[in-house]
């Protein structure tokens, strides 16, 4: 009896020491599993911070606020005017698994590796009501703020059957009657200026009014890659409804053709974790239907997720860096 004791107490010393370091092995891969939880946890909060910025860039915000320097059109040796507009954009706050993940936004650098630029098929702004239906002797004004040297062309398709006409200004037409720039949206005049893009006020009756497609230069035509866009109602009785926004290139499409973008690193970190983006967002920032005038010829268009551009942008992400 006594040596089946002395036997039973060896083995269970034996257990004892054997598992001892299996319990710290255990508790080191519980420990590591909590860690790598943890640390996927911080990714998934940064991705869904990059992420918040992505949908704001899809609905037209300017993430890094930027001064835009323009001129009023107008013929070789002539006066004309120039213009700042300044926009702004405030880094959103995102929480999630209880973290606070920083968000860093920035331009690409001028030395920075790029994608290929591309011309693209941009929507107007079809659903603002102004441009959904445009009544008689009525237009709608939109811009465009990133434009590259590239073509320029516009197709305004409609129905009724009617008169209309649609031009493209380099800079901002102004307002005879106030001598300070047509705001965006409705406008019941045809600009002064002479436009580098024009349909004729004499074209014919059609369902569709597309203009010629041109070759376009910023850093030559003083426009800073700021372009204005009108499409005008010229018929006396019928109120045009416009036809959706298609890529297809098509007159039976509502399309601008043009190549304007605007490319972003966006940075969101949690402690040591950080995800990092290239992203280009097409065709870049359009005026929010709200306009603040800042005295002057200054200009503030401010954007907010109650208050966005009605031109959806497409927004491509070239790099995605993730732990």
């Known amino acids: 009896m006594g040596q089946v004791l002395l036997l039973a107490i060896i083995l269970l010393g034996t257990g004892l020491l054997m598992l001892a370091p299996l319990l710290s092995q255990v508790a080191t891969m519980l420990q590591k599993g909590g860690n790598e939880r943890e640390q996927r946890m911080k990714v998934y909060a940064a991705e869904a ?80 009501p102004l441009l959904a239906t445009v009544p008689p002797g009525y237009g709608y004004l939109m811009r465009l703020y990133n434009v590259k040297g590239g073509t320029l062309q516009v197709n305004w398709a409609y129905a009724p059957g009617g008169k209309s006409r649609v031009g493209v200004w380099a800079g901002l037409p102004v307002d005879k009657h106030t001598d300070l720039p047509y705001p965006p949206g409705q406008v019941a005049e045809w600009p002064r200026e002479s436009p580098i893009l024009d349909t004729s006020k004499d074209a014919p009756d059609s369902v569709y009014n597309r203009t010629d497609a041109i070759a376009v230069d910023p850093a030559t035509d003083g426009s800073g890659g700021v372009y204005t866009v009108v499409f005008y109602n010229k018929d006396n009785s019928a109120t045009l409804t416009t036809a959706p926004f298609a890529s297809s290139g098509g007159t039976s499409d509502t399309w601008i053709w043009v190549k304007a973008y605007k490319d972003y690193i966006v940075t969101a970190s949690v402690g040591a974790i950080s995800v990092s983006a290239y992203l280009r967002q097409v065709p870049g920032f359009t005026e929010p239907p709200a306009v603040v005038s800042q005295g002057g010829n200054n200009y503030s268009y401010t954007w907010a997720t109650d208050n966005i551009s009605f031109v959806t942008n497409e927004v491509y992400a070239y790099t995605w860096l993730s732990p």
């Open 49 to 128: 911070a990059a992420n918040r910025v992505i949908a704001d860039l899809i609905r037209g915000a300017d993430a890094v606020g930027t001064t835009y320097n323009t001129t009023q059109p107008h013929k070789a040796g002539g006066p004309y005017q120039s213009f700042t507009i300044t926009t702004t954009y405030a880094i959103p706050t995102v929480t999630v698994n209880d973290y606070a993940p920083s968000l860093a936004i920035s331009l690409a650098t001028e030395t920075q590796a790029k994608p290929a630029t591309q011309q693209n098929y941009v929507d107007p702004g079809i659903t603002h």
